[in-house]
C-alpha cells in the first residue's frame, strides 16, 4: 500500500510513501507520519491511501504520530478546496488546520501526579495526628492533586508518601488538562421565551439542520443550501436564537462551531454558552480556540473537540477548522468583519470557509450581523442565501438616538481641532451624575497621530515605510503601527538647519482621550482599552468584568470595544472622529464606516434606560454617516450597490490582488511589467476578466520592502484561481521579489 503525503515544508507538492505491513492498519487519510526525506526525517499528513504509485524507488514510512488520524476527512476535503482557490501550496493550507501544539511528534499532555484515597482492607492503620487530619481530608476529596493537597493540609509530600505506604492512598501521574476558563464560576442559566420574529428564524434554522441530515443530495434544493443571512438590529437577540439552534443541533447528535470575529468578545460570549450547556440533558464541554490561548490550553482544547468530548467550539477564525464530528450548524457572529479575513498565507475568509465547509458536511450555516457585508446581502438577493430578519431589539427595546455633530463649526468656534463637542460633554457630564456608564470610540491608538515642525514643515516619518510616527506620550516615544520602529520622541525639530523647539504633535488618538476625559471629568473612572493598554491575556476579560461590575464609569478604546459587548448600563456612546475610515483609498471605505458606526451605536440602550449616542464628523452629510445616524441597512446597501455595479467591484464581480514586494522600487516595477503582461494573456484565454494595474500600493513602502499591485476582476473566480496558480507555477519570479495572491481581498492596502 502506499501513502500520499503532504509534508512540513515548502515544497508545493505531495510524495509518496510505502507503508510498511505492521503500520497497514494505523495508516489511513489524515494520520500524521514520519517519513525520510533527503537525509531528513521530517513529519507530514497522510492525505490518500492508494494501492499503487506511478513512482519507483519508494521509501517506507519511518512511524505514525498520535493514536488516531489527526486530521479527518471532511477537513481533508476543505484542505483541497483551499490550496486551489486561495492559490496556495497544499502544506500552507494544511498547517492552517492544525495548531502547531498539535503537529508535534510528541503528544503534549501536561502530566500532574494525584493522590487517590484507597478502601482500607480492615480498620485503619495506627496513625499520627497530622495523618489523621491529612487523610480525613484526602477521604473527603476522594482524588486530588499532590500539590492541591499539599497547600489544603499546609504539610509535605514526605507525609503524604507515609499515607502511601501505609495502604490509604495511591501517588499515579495522571493527565491535567489546562482549561482556560477553569477559574470561572459560570451559573447555568435556561432558555428565554423568544419573540414572533426570534421564532420565526429559530424553526427555519431547525427544519434545515434537520433537512440537511435526512437529505441524500447534500442540501441540494434546500432553500440558501443550507445558509441563512441573519440580519438582527443590534441588541435583537441574535445569540439566544444561536443558542436554541444549537440546543437542537445537539439533541441530533450533532456538534456545532460558533465563530467570533475580536478575542475580546470570546470571554463574554463563553460565558453564555457554558451557562446553557453546562447542565440537563444536553449537557456538553465547550472548547475554546483562539490566539491568546497559551500553546498547552489550545492543545488540550483542541484534543478535547477531536475525542469528542466538547461538541461545541467556540473561537476566532481558525476556530473554522475545529474537527467537529458530526457537524450540524456553524454559526458565524458579526459575519461582515474583516478580521475573519486571514492576512497570511492562507488568505482565507473564515466566513466564506464556514459556508463551504457547511455544504460539504450537509451542516447549516448562520451568518449574523446588525450590518452584514455586502457580499452576503448580495447572495440573500439572488436567492443563494436564506433571509432571517430581527427588526427590533429584545424585550421591546427602543434603538438608540443617533445625533450627527458638524465639527467643522465646533472647530472654527475654538480655533483648533476639539476633542469633545459642547454637546457630548455635556452628554457625558449628565449621564454619570445619573450614575450611568459612557463608551467612547476612536479608532486609533497613542497620543496623537503625527509629529510636525511648524517652521520647516519637517514630519517625523517611519525609515521603513510610508507613514507618519505616532507619538505615544506615555512611553515618551515615536512608533511606527507598521512595522513596530520606536524612536524617542524629540524637544525640538531634528533637522540641523532648523532646531525649532515649537514642534507639534497632531491628531489624536485614543491616550490624548483618556488624558482629555481625567482633565475635564476628574470625579470619573476611566480606562482605556486597546493594544496598548492590554499587555496580558487576562487584561481583556479584567477590564470588562470590571466596566460590567460598574468599577468603571467611561470606557474609551478601540475597535475592539466596537461590538457584541452587551452592558445594560451604558446610556451613552460618543464616536469622537466619525471620518477616520471614510477617507482612505479604497472601494469598502463607505461600508467599513457605516458598519463601524452603526455597531458602536448598537452598545448604547441595551438596559432599561434609553440610549443616545452622538457621532462628531466633519463630513456630517455622508451617506454612510447618514444612514447610520437611521440604522437604515436597506437604504445604506441600495445606494452603494448601484457603485459597485458600475464599476464592476465586489459584490458583483471578484477581485484577486496580486502584489510584488521587494527592497529595489526599480525592479518590483519591472517585474511588475512583466507580470501584468502575462496577466494580460490569460485574461484573454478566460475572457470576461479585467486587469489592472501595476501602480503602487496605497502604503508603496512597509518594512523596507517597495510594493507593486496589479488587480484583476471577474465574475468567476474558481476558474480564475485555477488558471492563475497553474500560471504563477510556470513563472520564473526573480529572488528578491516576492509575489503575493489575495483572492477576494478585504483590504486594497
Known sequence: ??????????????????????????????????????????????????AESPHANLREIIKTVGVHALVTPPILKLVRWISEYYCCAPEVAMKAVLPDSVRKEEEGWRERLYVRALQPHDKLPKLTKRQEDLWSIVEEWKELPLQELVRLAGTTSATIRKLEDKGLVSIAPQISERDPYAKEH????????????????????????DCLANSKDHGKGIKGKGVFLLHGVTGSGKTEVYLQAIAHALEQGKGAIVLVPEISLTPQTVERFKARFSHGPLQTLVAVLHSHLSAGERHDEWHKIRQGRARIVIGARSAVFAPVEPLGLVVVDEEHEHSYKQEEAPRYNARDL?????????????????????????????????????????????????????????????????????????????????????????????????????????VAECPNCSVSLTYHRSAQQLMCHICGHVDSAPSKCPEEHCGNSSIRFSGLGTEKVEAALDKSFPSARVKRMDSDALKRKEDYRRILGDFRSGKIDILVGTQMIAKGLHFPNVTLVGIIHADLSLHIPDFRAGERTFQLLTQVAGRAGRGDVEGEVYVQSF??????????????????????????????????????????????????RFFSDHLRKEMDILASELGDVVVAGPAPAPLLRAENFYRYQIMIRTPRMPQLSRQLSAKIDLLQIPDDIRLIIDIDPMSLS
Open 1 to 50: 500500500m502506499i501513502a500520499r503525503v503532504t509534508l512540513d515544508l515548502a515544497v508545493r507538492r505531495e510524495f509518496d510513501y510505502l507503508i510498511p505491513n505492521e503500520m497497514e492498519s494505523s495508516v489511513q487519510d489524515g494520520t500524521r507520519v514520519k517519513v525520510p526525506f533527503g537525509s531528513r526525517e521530517v513529519l507530514g499528513v497522510v492525505t490518500a491511501v492508494l
Open 186 to 209: 459560570i451559573l447555568p442559566t435556561n432558555p428565554l421565551e423568544l419573540n414572533d420574529e426570534q421564532s420565526v428564524a429559530l424553526k427555519n434554522i431547525i427544519k434545515t439542520i
Open 354 to 458: 464556514a459556508v463551504v465547509r457547511g455544504q460539504q458536511e450537509k451542516a447549516a450555516v448562520v451568518l449574523g450581523s446588525a450590518t452584514p457585508c455586502m457580499e452576503s446581502y448580495y447572495n440573500v438577493q439572488r436567492k443563494k442565501y436564506g433571509l432571517l430578519s430581527l427588526t427590533e431589539r429584545a424585550d421591546e427595546k427602543n434603538m438608540p438616538i443617533v445625533r450627527v455633530v458638524d465639527m467643522r463649526n465646533a472647530s472654527r468656534k475654538d480655533k483648533g481641532m476639539s476633542i469633545f463637542s459642547p454637546q457630548l460633554h455635556e452628554a457625558i457630564l449628565q449621564r454619570l451624575e445619573k450614575k450611568e456608564q459612557v463608551m467612547l470610540f476612536l479608532n486609533r491608538r497613542g497620543w496623537s497621530s503625527s509629529l510636525q515642525c511648524t517652521e520647516c514643515g519637517y
Open 619 to 668: 463630513t456630517p452629510f455622508h451617506p454612510a454617516i447618514q444612514y447610520a445616524r437611521r440604522h437604515d441597512y436597506i437604504g445604506f446597501y441600495d445606494q452603494e450597490i448601484e457603485f459597485r455595479q458600475e464599476l464592476h467591484y465586489p459584490p458583483v464581480g471578484r477581485i484577486a490582488l496580486l502584489t510584488l514586494r521587494g527592497r529595489s522600487e526599480d525592479r518590483v
